[in-house]
């Protein structure tokens, strides 16, 4: 019997120990530290930072047109990069297109780059084709790498001297606050 209530005492203290040690670690984790925890779901910079430079590349559109780094000089354009394997990209894809049929009255033309992954791209393509062109690339494409994509849906507001003046994930906000980031 002795044996008895010394293994229950010695498991309590074991369970209480296991305790104090598992509140320590919660503690410690929620406990802000002085550098920043990334956000998965949304990263901080999944693209060229505002106020760079968009690097050399070039890439054909659905229709067989050349695009380069150089004609984004002289005027204000809009591009939006979606992925075939993005849950998110196709409903912002009609937002896209709106945003770019509004935009094209002030003068800023839109570009639209569809990553092919595993999924069919024809629903994105048909979503965007009537209001943008559209350059379909894989994930190791020109544009992708120029503009170092690591997320989906993103969007640029590129100005006339061919810096990259707004990013973000909504493609609206761009236009109404080119600072934002």
């Known amino acids: 019997m002795t044996v008895l209530v010394a293994a229950v005492i010695l498991l309590g203290g074991l369970v209480l120990l296991n305790l104090l040690l598992t509140g320590a670690v919660i503690r410690r984790l929620r406990k802000p530290s002085g550098e920043s925890r990334p956000d998965w779901g949304h990263p901080q910079n999944p693209s060229l930072p505002v106020g760079s430079e968009v690097p050399a590349f070039s890439a054909l559109t659905a229709a067989n047109t050349k695009v380069t780094a150089d004609d984004f000089a002289g005027e204000r354009t809009l591009i939006g990069?979606?992925?075939?394997?993005?849950?998110?990209?196709?409903?912002?894809?009609?937002?896209?297109?709106?945003?770019?049929?509004?935009?094209?009255?002030?003068?800023?033309?839109?570009?639209?780059?569809?990553?092919?992954?595993?999924?069919?791209?024809?629903?994105?393509?048909?979503?965007?084709?009537?209001?943008?062109?559209?350059?379909?690339?894989?994930?190791?494409?020109?544009?992708?790498?120029?503009?170092?994509?690591?997320?989906?849906?993103?969007?640029?507001?590129?100005?006339?001297?061919?810096?990259?003046?707004?990013?973000?994930?909504?493609?609206?906000?761009?236009?109404?606050?080119?600072?934002?980031?």
């Open 81 to 181: 990069f979606f992925s075939t394997d993005c849950r998110h990209c196709l409903p912002k894809a009609p937002v896209f297109a709106a945003t770019a049929r509004d935009a094209e009255a002030d003068g800023v033309r839109a570009l639209a780059v569809i990553v092919a992954g595993q999924e069919d791209p024809t629903d994105l393509f048909t979503a965007l084709t009537d209001d943008v062109n559209v350059v379909v690339e894989n994930e190791s494409g020109a544009m992708v790498g120029a503009f170092a994509i690591t997320a989906f849906p993103w969007f640029f507001l590129i100005g006339p001297d061919a810096t990259v003046t707004a990013s973000g994930h909504e493609p609206e906000r761009l236009l109404a606050a080119p600072s934002h980031a």
